[in-house]
């Protein structure tokens, strides 16, 4: 298989012809009405640009489109922005700049700020702590420190009052 034929396999956009191609192209760049498009197209009917838009080729076409457009050409403009915000006057604007940029980079996950990962660490900690703690009052069997460890057994329970019913 040659890259051309890879490609239209894996590329709903690539597999179009031209005037479909220029009709995704024209959509996604906005501002274009259905009379302004079908000349451009080589469609006379402007109502035919509609009825191409509900084919079930032109949604997966477009996004495949505008993800390389965007991959593309509004990467790198939105990239230079954010560095722009870095040195916004705006407290605010410059820690959300930053944030994304964290983000961006994988020091920061998409559901992470500083603040939460030092609590997720100090709440891993602590529950360490305590079944370490758990685990000594077992092995040593003192309760000395004041911790009462109740085990419930549901199941034996179950078992137990079942017994006595029957």
């Known amino acids: 298989m040659t890259k051309k034929q890879d490609r239209t396999i894996n590329d709903p956009f690539a597999s179009l012809n031209k005037n479909q191609q220029t009709l995704i192209t024209l959509d996604f760049e906005g501002n274009h009405s259905n009379k302004e498009i079908a000349p451009l197209i080589g469609l006379k009917n402007e109502t035919t640009v509609s009825h191409w838009r509900k084919k079930p080729w032109y949604e997966p076409a477009f996004n495949a489109y505008a993800v390389k457009a965007i991959k593309g050409k509004y990467k790198s403009l939105a990239l230079r922005t954010l560095i722009d915000l870095l040195d916004a006057k705006s407290e605010m604007v410059r820690f959300q700049a930053a944030t994304a940029v964290l983000k961006m980079s ?9 603040e939460l990962d030092k609590a ?10 305590m079944a370490e703690l758990k685990v000594n009052v077992l092995k040593n069997g003192d309760n000395d420190d004041g911790v009462t460890i109740n085990f419930i057994r549901t199941k034996r329970k179950e078992e137990e009052d079942h017994g006595e019913a029957t």
């Open 120 to 129: 997720k660490i100090r709440k891993a900690n602590a529950e360490a702590d």
């Open 106 to 114: 994988g020091v920061l996950s998409d559901n992470s700020t500083p």
